[in-house]
């Protein structure tokens, strides 16, 4: 079975806080019931909406292969079971960038994980 580097529950507190920037997408604020984290995750609406106070389960894992074998950096959905089949929205890819803000008092502790450097 494949380990989990980071898991807990987040709780929807705002949508787009700084305004609409995409179409189709909505960033949302949450936080963590257990480690009381703060998070900023940008939302596919038109497969996954979101509403205010949704909770959702937030899982970082190294691999989506369910023996816990590296991936491949090729994904295909060719009829074998991973890691993706037990969630409702999943995104694949490669963090670029962790980083922690401890600026703002009233967010407490904040991580940063970056999928996007492009």
């Known amino acids: 079975m494949a ?3 980071f898991e807990d529950i987040f709780h929807v507190t705002r949508i787009d806080p700084d305004g609409k920037k ?3 997408v909505n960033r949302i604020e949450a936080r963590s019931e257990q480690l009381e984290m703060y998070m900023q995750l940008d939302i596919a609406t038109d497969v996954y909406p979101m ?3 949704d909770k959702f389960t937030m ?3 190294p691999t989506l292969n ?3 074998t590296p991936d491949t950096g090729y994904y295909t959905q060719a009829g074998r079971k991973t890691l993706a ?3 409702d929205y999943v995104m694949h890819g490669k963090l670029y960038k962790i980083s922690e803000d401890n600026s703002s008092k009233d ?3 904040t991580k940063v994980y970056d999928f996007s450097e492009l």
């Open 107 to 109: 967010k407490g502790p």
């Open 22 to 24: 995409f179409d189709r």
């Open 51 to 53: 509403h205010m106070g």
């Open 66 to 68: 369910l023996d816990g």
């Open 59 to 61: 899982v970082l894992a």
């Open 85 to 87: 089949d037990k969630y």
């Open 3 to 5: 380990e989990h580097l």
